[in-house]
């Protein structure tokens, strides 16, 4: 096991479930102090449990990314209890509405955009802040395959996260001189609760079986998947990676 990120303190936003609980526990495993934190503090404290029991550094705070103040107190919270923050995963995020444009609510809009874009918006401005204190650090946020195309039926998560691939570019280009580099991963379909959530309903079976050939690969990718090339976006290992997105996929863009 690579300890990659050996003494690192790196924050996990959405760490409660899915991609960011898998990556949690791989940045951990990889000799970080992880930071978990999720809307949900139930679900946080029991990835703070199941870290603890494999012997890794972790603590939970509370935050909601889709308000700005709980996300400077979660950065100002980190800053107070270890000095500084080295990395981030800003990977918090709901799914669509499954709605076609046209159909999608103001206040629908306005939720997709507070939690995926402005939620990325005010984790990158926070740790920026820290950062430049301390000579550096590294971000890195989850878009989608939904970041670079569009699917049908889910037009304020694809701006959304066309607007976390923007936000990043953007990030990369204004703190690249000053030992701060941000890029973004593209998952494909993973196999988090979600997707186990449609597999049980017998409606959605075609539908699935549909978007799992639209993988080269043949199959969904594993949460673990993700946060093994999170891993590598927070270390040294990606040293000239930045403003890079990153696609974790099967192959799912290249077709
Ligand atoms: N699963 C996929 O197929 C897939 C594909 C592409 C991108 N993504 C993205 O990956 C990220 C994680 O998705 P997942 O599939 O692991 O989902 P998930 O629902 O399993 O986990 C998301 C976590 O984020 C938390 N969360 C939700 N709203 C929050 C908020 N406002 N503040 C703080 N935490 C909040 C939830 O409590 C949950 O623990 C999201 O940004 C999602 O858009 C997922």
């Known amino acids: 096991m690579s300890r990659a990120l050996e003494g690192k303190v790196v924050l996990v936003t959405g760490a409660g479930s899915g991609i960011g609980r898998a990556s949690a526990h791989r940045i951990a495993a990889a000799g970080a102090h992880v930071v978990i934190s999720d809307i949900n503090a139930e679900q946080g404290q029991a990835v703070l449990a199941e870290i603890a029991a494999e012997g890794g550094q972790a603590s939970f705070l509370r935050a909601d990314v889709g308000v700005e103040g709980d996300v400077a107190a979660l950065i100002a919270a980190i800053v107070a209890r270890h000095g500084r923050i080295d990395g981030a995963f800003n990977n918090a995020g709901i799914v669509q509405t499954g709605k076609r444009l046209h159909e999608v609510t103001t206040e629908e809009w306005d939720r997709a955009i ?142």
């Open 114 to 255: 507070r939690v995926d874009l402005s939620g990325v918006f005010w984790c990158i401005k926070y740790q920026v802040l820290a950062m430049l204190e301390t000579g550096g650090g590294r971000i890195v946020n989850t878009a989608s395959s939904l970041g670079e195309v569009a699917i049908a039926n889910a037009s304020e998560y694809v701006a959304a996260k066309h607007g976390v691939m923007g936000l990043t570019r953007a990030a990369a280009a204004d703190y690249g001189a000053e030992g701060i580099r941000v890029n973004a991963i593209l998952p494909g379909i993973i196999q988090t609760p979600v997707i186990d959530a449609l597999a049980q309903n017998p409606d959605f079976k075609a539908f699935l079986v549909k978007l799992r050939d639209r993988h080269p690969i043949g199959r969904f990718g594993q949460p673990g998947e993700i946060g093994d090339a999170a891993v590598w976006l927070l270390s040294d290992q990606s040293s000239f990676v930045n403003g890079a997105g990153i696609p974790v996929d099967g192959g799912y863009l290249a077709i």
